[in-house]
Structures are given as C-alpha cells and as structure tokens.
C-alpha cells in the first residue's frame, strides 16, 4: 500500500482470505484498500466482515465505518443537481 500499488496489494490480501479467513485485520486493510479505490460498498462489506469476526475491535472498525459514510455522504451531495 505504501508503494501506492493497491491493486497488487489487494490481490494479496484476497488470496490471503482463502490462508486465514478470520483474521480481522486482513479484512481491515481490504476495507481500506478499496476505501482508497473509491469503492465505497466493496469497503463497508469489508470493514463489517472484520467487525463480524472481531467483535473486540468494534470502536476502531466503527470509525472506520464512520469516515466511510461521511466520504460517501458528501459524494452523494455533490451529485444533486439545484
């Protein structure tokens, strides 16, 4: 991610999915990825997929899902038309 090659990097973390398919942060950073790649919904399902399987972290996955409505909150107010 931090080479900003997120395409490649989620390509890993998906086959990772299919090694450890409960581990939260694999699902965080899939969350964030796709945040990053403006696919908002691909996002949200990742970051509840990690809450699901990690309960403990819900403050941390909630912000994330936070930030994610209010990026998609103001996308949707610059697509109405006056």
Do not use: W, Y
Not at 32 to 48: E, G, M, T, V
Not at 63 to 78: A, F, H, P, R, Y
């Amino acid at each position: 991610m931090t080479l900003s090659r997120l395409t490649e990097a989620l390509d890993v973390l998906e086959q990772l999915t299919h090694l450890v398919p409960k581990e939260a942060p694999v699902f965080i950073m899939i969350g964030k990825i796709h945040k990053k790649l403006n696919r908002q919904d691909l996002a949200l399902s990742a970051f509840n997929k990690a809450l699901e399987l990690d309960p403990k972290d819900t403050n941390m996955v909630k912000g994330l899902i936070d930030k994610l409505d209010q990026t998609m909150e103001v996308e949707n107010e610059s697509e109405i038309v006056i």
